[in-house]
């Protein structure tokens, strides 16, 4: 039965139980408690027998459900006459699957947003006209035009002069990103400014947003083991009720005291209360970029103590950066990089690349290079408004140029110097590395206070890069020189201090984050490896996410037991208050719809959780950097 079908049952449901309810009690003022009775039974007998559907459905599965309880009370009280209180029950029973079926959906918002935001076509350029073309005929390298208001269908970059973009849908932030030409757009995000166009890097098929609705379609069929507490304990929750009932009939000779115990006992806040507050927690996560890829990764989130991190592209960014620039002779830093950055545009190397991006980041014209030569690994030679230029590794330039001195003396672990020189001569030196996260310090606070016992560096490089990257981070252990396997070791190893958490973005670290308890993946830049094997996908490149994640998480599954151990815990003292004849099959079957309201809407709480660590650490704060780790070979 599809998912529209048992929403329409369901409305069909609960208004034959309250349309018999209202018709019998309406007879039964007028005087006519026959005819009331038989008002009750048509309200009554369709809600049962599409119970009793329900149950040999799940019979044939071999699952023992709770639902039995339910089935018992009504066809007790029938049988005994006590035909207000099976209509009562009706009613409670397929409400409590309408308010259930309301509560997920009201839970699932978030997540159904970005499935219901997929963009189906596109404007592509082509011979000087644009065309309206389906995703999946977009190739790499194909132009888009992104008008106002547009989902960016594809992963790309930008091809304008800048764009402004709404990620909120994706990271939760609430501010549009502006974005300069050449910067990085993540399919999903939506247009807020004016048209723009987009270089399109990815096929749909193979871009962030299609893997986010994939991860999604998952996370919505997932199942927990907390949510499968109903199942495990049905069987003993079904022997303990019928024993009560049976006891309650056979030690004071009323059968309508059983009747009241049945009524009581319909279990609907075990299984309602679990699946209510845990996809409230999923779609709460997805609203802050946390995709967590269902139910039992978000409950086993919750109880993580120890978190294992790769370095590069997750405590490090990944990617080069210059952080010195250090001029010879009469040039200026803004003139060292100018040179540099003019003559790196003719050149596809990742050094290359951020020495152009660190230039127009300052805002620095570049001219267009000519006579370019570039040696792969080593360099790169040209003209610059008619000066000969030279950019690459210290030897290179030393080669070249047949300078004496062109060695550069200082050498942090990891750091990579690239020299330059102008018309045969030194002209400076760039020191590159690829740095620590900005605010680190405050993530890893934060991390502890949200239960996080060690906290581990996991890495390839060596253990000096490994050192100088995390020294006075106070991290509990750091392990470097690892290879994937031994990533894994790692992992189990730690284990016996609690459940273990790996966060990496790399296809080196897909071995390990399988391994862990929970693996999170760096969404954003890494690799489809990772995010594969990962439960948890951080939307955006910040590593702060996982703050509000744990938040979530665990507030989901505290929020989740509450209701459990609160409507159990009622249900339980109604059924002994009904035994002991202090509550009627009808006050019972009230007494049952009331703790029914109040777990589902306990449990809905999950939706307002709010992180008391959100601010994002990344970019906004300014850079400590403690240190440096490789980023590949001089050229």
């Known amino acids: 039965m599809n998912a529209v079908l048992a929403d329409r049952l369901n409305v069909a449901l609960v208004a034959t139980a309250l349309a018999g309810l209202a018709a019998g009690l309406g007879l039964s003022l007028a005087g006519l408690p026959g005819l009331a009775s038989v008002a009750w039974w048509v309200g009554v007998v369709p809600v049962l027998v599409a119970l009793v559907v329900e149950i040999i459905r799940s019979l044939w599965k071999g699952e023992v459900g709770l639902d039995i309880v339910a089935a018992l009370s009504m066809t007790a009280a029938l049988i005994f006459g006590e035909t207000l209180a099976a209509a009562v029950v009706a009613l409670m029973y397929s409400g409590g699957t309408f308010l259930e079926s309301f509560a997920e959906g009201r839970a699932r918002r978030e997540m159904s947003d970005l499935l219901s935001r997929v963009p189906r076509t596109a404007s592509r350029h082509r011979n000087g006209a644009l065309d309206e073309v389906p995703l999946e005929q977009i190739e790499p390298g194909d132009l888009l035009l992104i008008r106002q208001g547009d989902v960016a269908p594809v992963d790309g970059t930008v091809a304008s002069d800048g764009a402004v973009l709404d990620q909120s849908a994706l990271t939760g932030e609430s501010m549009p990103a502006r974005l300069a030409r050449g910067q990085d757009v993540m399919s999903g995000a939506t247009n807020a400014g004016d048209a723009f166009d987009l270089r399109a890097t990815r096929r749909a098929a193979d871009s962030t947003y299609a893997g986010i609705v994939r991860l999604v379609e998952a996370a919505q069929k997932s199942k927990a083991p907390m949510a499968r507490l109903a199942d495990r304990y049905s069987l003993g929750f079904l022997a303990v009720t019928v024993v009560l009932a049976t006891a309650a009939w056979w030690l004071t000779g009323d059968p309508i005291r059983a009747v009241a115990v049945l009524v009581v006992a319909t279990p609907c806040p075990l299984i309602l209360a679990v699946p209510v507050a845990l996809v409230a927690g999923l779609s709460r996560a997805a609203h802050y970029g946390v995709l967590i890829k269902g139910a039992k990764p978000l409950e086993a989130l919750g109880r993580i103590r120890t978190l294992i991190l ?12 210059i952080v010195a620039i250090e001029p010879r002779g009469s040039l200026t830093e803004d003139e060292v990089l100018y040179f540099a950055a003019a003559l790196d545009q003719a050149s596809k190397h990742p050094i290359a690349l951020a020495i152009v991006a660190e230039a127009r980041a300052r805002g620095l014209l570049l001219s267009i290079p000519a006579q370019v030569v570039e040696t792969p690994g080593e360099g790169v030679s040209g003209t610059v408004d008619d000066r000969q230029v030279r950019v690459g590794g210290v030897g290179f330039i030393a080669a070249q140029s047949n300078m004496g001195g062109a060695d550069h003396t200082v050498r942090e ?84 201090n609690g459940p273990v958490m790996m966060v990496g973005d790399g296809v080196n670290d897909a071995p390990a984050l399988a391994a862990a308890d929970i693996g999170v993946a760096m969404g954003a830049r890494g690799a489809a490896a990772s995010a594969e094997a990962a439960d948890v996908v951080l939307l955006v490149d910040h590593l702060d996410r996982l703050l509000p994640g744990l938040e979530i998480a665990r507030g ?21 208050a009904a035994a002991l004849g202090y509550l009627t099959p009808v006050q019972g079957a009230l007494l049952q719809e009331a703790i029914d309201v109040a777990v589902i809407l306990n449990a809905l709480r999950a939706l307002r959780i709010r992180p008391r660590q959100t601010a994002r650490l990344g970019a906004d704060h300014d850079a400590t950097r403690r240190g440096s780790a490789a980023v590949g070979q001089p050229r």
């Open 556 to 576: 989901s599954r505290r929020i989740a037991l509450e209701s459990v151990i609160a409507g159990i815990g009622l249900s339980v003292a109604g059924m002994i």
């Open 310 to 321: 790769d370095k590069t592209g997750t405590l490090t960014d990944g990617r080069p950066k």
């Open 413 to 496: 672990p990891g750091a990579i110097t690239v020299a330059l020189s102008v018309d045969g001569k030194l002209a400076g030196h760039m020191v590159m590395a690829d740095a620590l996260r900005s605010g680190t310090d405050a993530l890893l606070a934060g991390l502890r206070r949200s239960g996080i016992e060690r906290i581990l560096l996991a890495t390839g490089d060596r253990h000096a890069v490994a050192q100088s990257v995390t020294a006075g981070l106070g991290l509990d252990a750091v392990r470097a020189d690892l290879s994937p396997d031994q990533k894994v070791l790692l992992v189990l190893s730690e284990r016996k």
